[in-house]
């Protein structure tokens, strides 16, 4: 739970600041050319962005829009507002996806599946049909499910997203881009990894009927695992794209978005030469290991006269072009004085990744390992003593 803490708070800094580290380095690795209007290709090990082109412009995201509708669903689950093995009525408005002219899973209002097998016709085979049921049964109703997607947009504070419906058919007003639509498939990773695994079934039967995952990789690149592709005729074809590899160092994972391709086999391709060479062409760097300290330094009134402070409990990484990994230094900037109480997990400062030539890299936040609980009184008046005099 402490990793994902600080995962969480990495994702939101990282949205905000839209970092794009490849411009600090001297040489930079140059992407390869991308046949698709809009990409993007993060490394999420280390929170930097590796490439990119018109990542914050707004685009159609067709089917893309249910990584959104999913993540809710997940919350709903993970709240027990929903279950599993929960039965669900199909209603009119859901059986009338089959004239949208969109993917389906093929329900109808004589059925009542399960919301995991709505979960998997949704992911697996897109199924518009399977998005609205599930909007109805966590919402009530759509309008109130879309109005859920647009407050959480909101609150992770995504401006350049706004949705209109739950399945990604073209609308007037809907809209995302490369960068927030991979913020959203990040937190999926992150928040959800009970449910991240659907994400790479690659085929799935419901009532007699077959159908294939959409996401190509999953079949091609033994590394990729998820998640989802899209398609209008507005949007072009489209596909976000995670891949894990392991390496000596630790695991490294690289998330892609490919955005307006021109075919299934183009934005398949596109997004596979986009990981690959996110792969060949930068290392990953260990920085510091898991809840290993970068730092003691003294506490006031506290029972303990120091604290160890570091970069949260995961191995802090760095991505840098290919052979460069050691002309980079870190700069450590904190809170001083540090006064007790401190909890573990508490920021108390920032942990700066520079280049030799002092240009950034990337940014994490200098967090307490272990807490420090307050002193006694005689132990806080001495300390507040000492404070007034310095």
Same mark, same amino acid.
């Given at each position: 739970?402490? @990793?994902?803490? $600080?995962?969480?708070?990495?994702?939101?800094?990282?949205?905000?600041?839209?970092?794009?580290?490849?411009? *600090?380095?001297?040489?930079?690795?140059?992407?390869?050319?991308?046949?698709?209007?809009?990409?993007?290709?993060?490394?999420?090990?280390?929170?930097?962005?590796?490439?990119?082109?018109?990542?914050?412009?707004?685009?159609?995201?067709?089917?893309?829009?249910?990584?959104?509708?999913?993540?809710?669903?997940?919350?709903?689950?993970?709240?027990?507002? &929903?279950?599993?093995?929960?039965?669900?009525?199909?209603?009119?408005?859901?059986?009338?996806?089959?004239?949208?002219?969109?993917?389906?899973?093929?329900?109808?209002?004589?059925?009542?599946?399960?919301?995991?097998?709505?979960?998997?016709?949704?992911?697996?085979?897109?199924?518009?049909?399977?998005?609205?049921?599930?909007?109805?049964?966590?919402?009530?109703?759509?309008?109130? $499910?879309?109005?859920?997607?647009?407050?959480? %947009?909101?609150?992770?504070?995504?401006?350049?997203?706004? !949705?209109?419906?739950?399945?990604?058919?073209?609308?007037?007003?809907?809209?995302?881009?490369?960068?927030?639509?991979?913020?959203?498939?990040?937190?999926?990773?992150?928040?959800?990894?009970? !449910?991240? /695994?659907?994400?790479?079934?690659?085929?799935?039967?419901?009532?007699?009927?077959?159908?294939?995952?959409?996401?190509?990789?999953?079949?091609?690149?033994?590394?990729?695992?998820?998640? +989802? =592709?899209?398609?209008?005729?507005?949007?072009?074809?489209? &596909?976000?794209?995670? %891949?894990?590899?392991?390496?000596?160092?630790?695991?490294? @994972?690289?998330?892609?978005?490919?955005?307006?391709?021109?075919? +299934?086999?183009?934005?398949?391709?596109?997004?596979?030469?986009?990981?690959?060479?996110?792969?060949?062409?930068?290392?990953?760097? @260990?920085?510091?290991?898991?809840?290993?300290?970068?730092?003691?330094?003294?506490?006031? +009134?506290?029972?303990? *006269?120091?604290?160890?402070?570091?970069?949260? /409990?995961?191995?802090? $990484?760095?991505?840098?072009?290919?052979?460069?990994?050691?002309?980079?230094? =870190?700069?450590?900037?904190?809170?001083?004085?540090?006064?007790?109480?401190?909890?573990?997990?508490? @920021?108390?400062? =920032?942990?700066?990744?520079?280049?030799?030539?002092?240009?950034?890299?990337?940014?994490?936040?200098?967090?307490?390992?272990?807490?420090?609980?307050?002193?006694?009184?005689?132990?806080?008046?001495?300390?507040?003593?000492?404070?007034?005099?310095?």
């Amino acid at each position: 739970m402490k @990793r994902l803490a $600080f995962l969480i708070v990495h994702l939101m800094a990282w949205v905000a600041m839209g970092l794009h580290p490849a411009s *600090s380095w001297a040489q930079v690795p140059q992407p390869p050319e991308i046949a698709a209007r809009q990409y993007l290709l993060i490394d999420l090990s280390s929170q930097q962005v590796l490439a990119e082109r018109d990542a914050d412009t707004s685009a159609d995201p067709a089917s893309l829009t249910k990584l959104m509708t999913a993540y809710l669903v997940f919350n709903a689950l993970r709240d027990k507002k &929903l279950a599993l093995e929960q039965t669900v009525p199909v209603s009119m408005r859901a059986w009338a996806e089959r004239k949208g002219g969109g993917s389906l899973m093929f329900i109808d209002t004589t059925m009542s599946p399960k919301v995991e097998e709505l979960l998997k016709g949704m992911i697996v085979q897109s199924g518009n049909d399977a998005a609205v049921a599930l909007a109805e049964a966590v919402a009530g109703s759509l309008d109130n $499910f879309v109005a859920m997607m647009n407050r959480q %947009a909101q609150a992770w504070g995504l401006k350049n997203t706004q !949705f209109k419906n739950v399945t990604g058919l073209t609308e007037a007003g809907h809209f995302s881009t490369p960068r927030d639509l991979a913020f959203i498939a990040a937190k999926i990773i992150v928040e959800h990894p009970t !449910f991240y /695994p659907t994400y790479s079934i690659r085929q799935y039967t419901y009532n007699r009927i077959k159908q294939d995952n959409r996401n190509m990789l999953l079949g091609r690149d033994p590394s990729v695992d998820g998640m +989802k =592709t899209g398609y209008t005729e507005a949007a072009g074809y489209c &596909l976000v794209a995670s %891949a894990q590899r392991e390496f000596p160092n630790g695991q490294r @994972r690289l998330l892609s978005v490919v955005m307006g391709a021109a075919s +299934k086999e183009a934005r398949a391709a596109e997004s596979q030469k986009l990981l690959n060479w996110g792969w060949q062409a930068w290392d990953a760097v @260990r920085l510091f290991d898991a809840g290993k300290p970068v730092a003691t330094v003294p506490v006031w +009134k506290g029972a303990k *006269s120091e604290a160890r402070l570091g970069a949260g /409990p995961g191995a802090l $990484f760095v991505a840098v072009p290919k052979g460069q990994g050691t002309q980079m230094r =870190t700069v450590i900037e904190r809170t001083d004085p540090l006064v007790a109480p401190l909890a573990a997990g508490q @920021r108390v400062g =920032t942990i700066k990744v520079l280049t030799a030539a002092g240009a950034p890299v990337s940014s994490v936040p200098l967090v307490v390992l272990e807490p420090v609980e307050l002193a006694g009184i005689f132990g806080r008046a001495w300390d507040a003593l000492r404070l007034w005099i310095k």
